[in-house]
């Protein structure tokens, strides 16, 4: 059977990705989940694998193109029989031989059409695009620099000047930025200019929004986990033995899930028109990880079925990918809450800023072993704090259940046994 495969919807509000790497031919054997194509969005690296068993019969997609959710990308001619999916369409064979790249049609929103077909070449003012976005830019007073570019060589292309302009309508008709005075630095001493990845610029961009449109609280709390350290040293020694590392971060993901669990609040989103909370049964972690590109916030899905075992597993698969920006789209999207855990480097406390669209974000800090007066003894004596801070919408959570939820949260650590 002859199966025509489509760009999936690959989530996260992501519908235009560039093809950084076709890693098949025509005539090639591909085996179930081979990777097909590599695509790099503004947010990550992702690969599309093959959910059948086939040969290539046409490849309709080049590195550097950009394709749009539903673009067919490649024909293949099925050796095992597998369910159709939304990302595939079956096609009768005398249409998928005759369709061809540039006859493919693409839904009109998700084309990003250049408006002159001969490029401008911008790159001595550090970006791509056409006349036209020039234009339209200068007259808005909009200093293209600003503007994530998703087209090819990180083109800034009419739909992300359009997309950018309604985001800046969405922050409550907050003025477009105004072009800023270019400053020679160069004038006090030697400097150098580092491109910033794409990670970086719609990490910034998002960070912005999210900044601009939440009423932002932070709460500051701190736990003891004297006993958790020795539950953790216990569990670390058995995890050695299988190669799993298990670091305070698993046990901080299932005390958030309890948590979670008996206020539902933290665990919602506002719908789009602000007039509901979608409160949800499942509890999918987001993990702020660190990597060379920039921050990524992959999601853990149902963290409270998994076990720390589970979760330190997953946790080291999940951040490595990252790192290699080898993620997959739905690996990227779904989290509910999610936890910023700088207590591997250091610091004793920062405010998070919330990753929307949800409602709460956990900062975790380095724990310490600090004096702690004892009433029943009488005395000082020695416990290893962590300090957290949640920071949440303010217009969702109110302060007195945000105190509470961080309380909460401390004394499920305080008795992780229970939990584990
Ligand atoms: N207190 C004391 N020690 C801690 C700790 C804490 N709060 N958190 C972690 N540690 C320890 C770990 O247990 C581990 O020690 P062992 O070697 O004895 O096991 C060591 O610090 C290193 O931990 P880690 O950072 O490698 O692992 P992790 O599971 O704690 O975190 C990850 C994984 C992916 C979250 C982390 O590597 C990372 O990328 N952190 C940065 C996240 C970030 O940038 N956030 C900011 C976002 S806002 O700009």
């Known amino acids: 059977m002859k199966k025509q495969i489509t760009l999936p919807d690959l989530g996260e509000g992501i519908d235009i990705a560039e093809v950084s790497e076709v890693s098949v031919s025509v005539g090639d054997s591909v085996e179930k989940n081979d990777t097909l194509i590599v695509l ?49 369409t079956t096609v009768p064979e005398t249409t998928a031989s005759e369709t061809t790249a540039s006859e493919t049609t693409v839904p009109e929103k998700q084309v990003a059409m250049p408006d002159k077909p001969i490029l401008y070449d911008g790159r001595k003012e550090g970006f791509l695009a056409s006349p036209g976005v020039r234009r339209l830019a200068r007259e808005l007073n909009i200093d293209l620099r600003s503007v994530p570019g998703t087209g090819l060589k990180g ?23 105004p072009l800023k005075k270019e400053v020679d630095f160069s004038k006090w001493g030697e400097i150098e200019f580092q491109k910033l990845t794409k990670i970086n610029r719609l990490t910034g961009s998002r960070l912005q929004q999210s900044w601009q449109e939440i009423p932002l609280v932070t709460q500051y709390e701190s736990a003891d986990i004297t006993e958790l350290d020795q539950l953790r040293k216990k569990l670390k020694a058995d995890g050695e033995k299988k190669e799993i590392k298990v670091t305070f971060l698993p046990f901080l993901m299932k005390a958030a899930a309890v948590a979670l669990k008996e206020m539902p609040r933290f665990n919602s989103s506002l719908d789009s028109k602000e007039e509901n909370l979608v409160l949800k049964s ?22 409270n079925k998994k076990t720390i075992f589970d979760l330190s597993k997953e946790l080291m698969d999940i951040s490595a990918r990252a790192r290699d920006k080898k993620l997959k789209p739905d690996e990227m999207s779904g989290s509910t809450f999610t936890i910023s855990s700088l207590g591997g480097i250091g610091g004793s406390g920062f405010s998070p800023i919330v990753n929307p669209p949800e409602v709460a974000i956990l900062g975790v800090s380095k724990s310490e072993w600090k004096p702690v007066y004892s009433e029943e003894k009488n005395t000082f004596i020695p416990r ?31 008795d992780m046994e229970l939990y584990k």
Do not use: C, W
């Open 40 to 88: 790099e969005s503004d947010k990550a690296s992702m690969e599309i694998p093959a959910e059948d068993a086939g040969v290539v019969l046409e490849v309709l997609i080049n590195p550097g193109d950009e394709v749009s959710t539903g673009q067919p990308l490649l024909s293949m001619e099925l050796t095992s029989s597998g369910e159709t999916t939304a990302s595939e």
């Open 155 to 177: 083109r800034t292309t009419k739909d992300d000047l359009n997309s950018y302009i309604r985001m800046r309508m969405d922050m409550g008709g907050a003025s477009i930025k």
């Open 282 to 303: 499942y509890y999918n972690i987001g993990v702020a990880v660190d990597t060379p590109s920039g921050l990524v916030v992959p999601s853990i899905k149902d963290v």
């Open 384 to 414: 290893y704090i962590l300090p957290l801070s949640l920071s949440y919408d303010h217009r969702v959570i109110d302060g007195a259940s945000g105190a509470l939820f961080v309380r909460r949260l401390s004394e499920i650590l305080n």
